[in-house]
């Protein structure tokens, strides 16, 4: 079973800040993608992929779905292909859902290659997606806060 | 085409069908382009691949089969705690 440990190191320290962890949460590189296979079916068409989005993804059980920035689904030029309705403190709304290839490029956590992802206004929040518990429930995940790193198993 | 435009259609004729399709294909997702069921799908990921193959990266609906559709929440976001400090 592959394991991740992440945390953010203090640029003057060198070490780990548990600090910087409260601050910012548990942060991996991510990479969010065109599914392999419409990729495949862009490359039979002789049609140009998008090329990968990079950023950050804060992993979040707090999230009962997995939300991507909408600027990045626009570049990968995804479709929505359903919509869910959000609770949220003003009350209720209809969002879209794109299907997505998600990477954890720099580990070894295997890609998923299909997740029906939430578009969410996330650029403004340094992240280009949150990982709730439907990419979670697959995953042992343990938050050292005192120690300040995190460690996901999966 | 407004967010709210595209798969307008898509999901007014899954309200229409919803009912039977519960009879039958119940939990299962189902693939819908204009008002036409292309199949039903054990896999949200089946479903999803079949409309590829057959519409490309032309829109089309994917929506699991149930009596009440799940609603959502992702707080941090919507309760503006990311980054937040004190």
Redesign the interface.
């Known amino acids: 079973m592959p394991v991740f440990n992440g945390g953010i190191t203090n640029q003057q320290t060198g070490l780990l800040d548990p600090k910087l962890l409260q ?3 548990p942060l991996l590189q991510i990479e969010v993608s065109v ?1 392999d ?2 990729a495949n ?2 490359y039979q ?1 002789k ?1 140009p992929i998008p090329p990968p989005v990079t950023g950050l993804g ?1 992993l ?1 059980t ?4 997995t ?1 991507v920035d909408v600027n990045a689904l626009q570049q990968l ?1 995804l ?12 009350g ?1 709304d ?1 969002q ?1 859902i794109y ?1 997505c290839q998600i990477s954890f490029p720099g580990t070894q956590i295997e890609d998923i ?2 997740s ?1 992802a ?1 578009g ?1 206004n ?1 650029k403004g ?3 280009l997606a ?1 990982l ?1 518990r439907d990419v979670l429930k697959d995953y042992q995940l343990v938050y050292n806060g005192p120690g300040g790193f995190w460690t996901i198993a999966g | 085409m407004e ?2 435009d ?2 307008k259609a898509e ?1 007014e004729y899954f309200d229409e069908i919803k009912d039977e399709l519960l009879k039958t294909n119940n939990e299962q997702y189902a693939l819908i382009k204009g008002r036409n069921l292309e199949g039903s799908f054990t896999m ?2 089946e479903a ?2 079949a ?3 057959k519409f ?8 699991q089969i149930v009596e009440q ?11 503006c705690l ?2 937040a ?1 004190f």
């Open positions: 601050q910012r949460g599914p296979v419409l079916k862009l068409e049609k804060l979040d707090g999230a009962s779905i939300g030029s479709s929505m292909i359903n919509e869910v309705t959000m609770n949220h403190p003003g209720e209809k879209g299907a290659e299909f029906a939430l969410s996330l929040q340094g992240l949150i709730g | 967010q709210t595209i798969l999901l949200y990921s999803y691949e409309g590829v193959a490309g990266t032309e829109s089309f609906l994917v929506k559709q799940p609603s959502h929440q992702i707080p941090a976001l919507g309760n990311i980054n400090s």
